[in-house]
């Protein structure tokens, strides 16, 4: 580290105000500052410093959707040789899968920190650390298959509209990779309709093995509850083979990239509450909202398949689990204040599963729902606080 650190140091002067590229300032400074801890102190004031900054935070998480990311690449794998029926062994699965999912995490990237770095050169700020995560998650939401180019620009909208209109990174209102998702959703729901079975039937590259299956399509878990006629229903997958809850547990079954296995998704969450980088409040309630309102309609609801559903299938179909963990538990746009959290995470989860049994045009649910929180967060956490101010300010007059 000690070379890496004095070459950066001996570059750095060509970057600085008066070198050759003083223009590319921002760029040089992302670069630094994502490889070392900046040592710079401050000079007035009283300040607490602290060696975890944003970025350290953000890498962190990125570190946590690991496990949803390659149990994903390998979904993707499985889910192809078994639409064309052909035996693979490990590697080849997981090397099919890689090579489909590679493409979108580049164009995620490139596309989202490209912008990021025009805004910063022309603002002449810091590069900001949002986009690292963001980056990494809008892979992880949207169907292997999804046009590049529709990524693309699904992503340069919701970094310009969503995030940087607002100001950049701490500042953005809205979840910016469902602001991707939601625009996909919305703009082209042929390719995202979140109901449909997303299998990839040949690789990015032209290579890896497998051929090509024309005309594949079939229904996703969620897709099958929320357009059968039948008040009861069995979910199957493409050759009428019924889907267990340990299906969807392990995640073998079609859906988004790293939406799909709640075992992976649970390893992430575990790292997320060890580095306390995300509160086991939001989470927890938002597990208890989809619960208790699955379970309203278990007994309550209309008599349709999706109401008649066993409640805790709701919880591990879809993208409810990877929602509460990773996109509820966001910390600019969700709720900050400690019994805010409790309150905007159930509200999620009720959300979600109202969404999910009463429209059946959005089978999903946790997209909308955690979006439409998103503008309530602010609220939440002013009236929790008003509560506690006022709560005190009786308790002074009554001494």
């Known amino acids: 580290m000690n070379k890496l650190r004095n070459l950066v ?11 050759k590229f003083e223009k590319l300032h921002s760029v040089f400074d992302g670069f630094e500052t994502f490889l070392f801890v900046p040592n710079t102190t401050s000079k007035r004031g009283t300040h607490i410093h602290d060696a975890v900054d944003s970025k350290r935070t953000m890498i962190m998480v990125v570190l946590a959707l690991v496990p949803a990311l390659l149990f994903g690449m390998y979904n993707v794998g499985y889910q192809h040789f078994l639409a064309i029926g052909q035996d693979a062994d490990f590697w080849a699965t997981f090397w099919f899968g ?20 025009v805004v910063a050169q022309i603002k002449g700020h810091e590069i900001q650390e949002g986009f690292l995560v963001t980056g990494f998650l809008i892979p ?7 046009p590049l180019w529709m990524i693309a620009f699904a992503t340069a909208f919701a970094v310009i509209f969503a995030k940087e209109v607002f100001g950049g990174t701490g500042m953005n209102i809205f979840n910016v990779a469902l602001i991707t998702r939601a625009f996909l959703f919305f703009a ?3 390719a995202m309709s979140g109901d449909k079975v997303w299998i990839r039937t040949s690789d990015a590259f032209g290579f890896g093995g497998g051929q090509v299956v024309d005309g594949f399509s079939g229904a996703t878990p969620l897709g099958q509850i929320a357009t059968s006629p039948s008040p009861t229903i069995q979910i199957t997958d493409m050759f009428g083979h019924q889907f267990s809850i340990m299906d969807a547990i392990t995640g073998f079954i079609p859906g988004s990239i790293g939406e799909t296995s709640v075992i992976a998704i649970a390893l992430g969450a575990i790292i997320l509450l060890i580095t306390g980088v995300a509160s086991w409040k939001t989470m927890l309630s ?7 309102m699955a379970l309203i309609f278990n007994y309550f609801g209309p008599d349709t398949a999706a109401a008649n559903f066993p409640w805790y299938y709701h919880l591990v ?3 409810f689990a990877f929602g509460a963990v990773f996109m509820a538990t966001d910390p600019v746009t969700s709720a900050r204040t400690e019994t805010g959290k409790w309150i905007y995470g159930f509200l999620i989860g009720v959300m979600a599963i109202v969404i ?10 946790m997209m909308l729902a955690i979006l439409l929180m998103n503008i309530f967060a602010p609220l939440i956490d002013y009236y929790v606080v008003d509560a506690n101010v006022k709560r005190r300010l009786k ?5």
Do not use: M
């Open 140 to 146: 992880l939401i949207v169907p292997v298959d999804t």
């Open 98 to 117: 890689f090579l489909s999912v590679l493409p979108i995490i580049l164009v995620s990237y490139i596309v989202g920190l490209g912008i990021e770095f």
């Open 317 to 319: 179909l879809g993208g």
């Open 286 to 292: 938002v597990f208890a909202g989809g619960s208790i």
């Open 356 to 365: 999910r049994v009463l429209n059946p045009g959005y089978a999903e649910g």
């Open 188 to 190: 082209y729901p042929s």
């Open 395 to 399: 308790r002074a007059v009554n001494k």
């Open 9 to 19: 140091d001996k570059i750095k002067p060509n970057f600085e105000k008066g070198g």
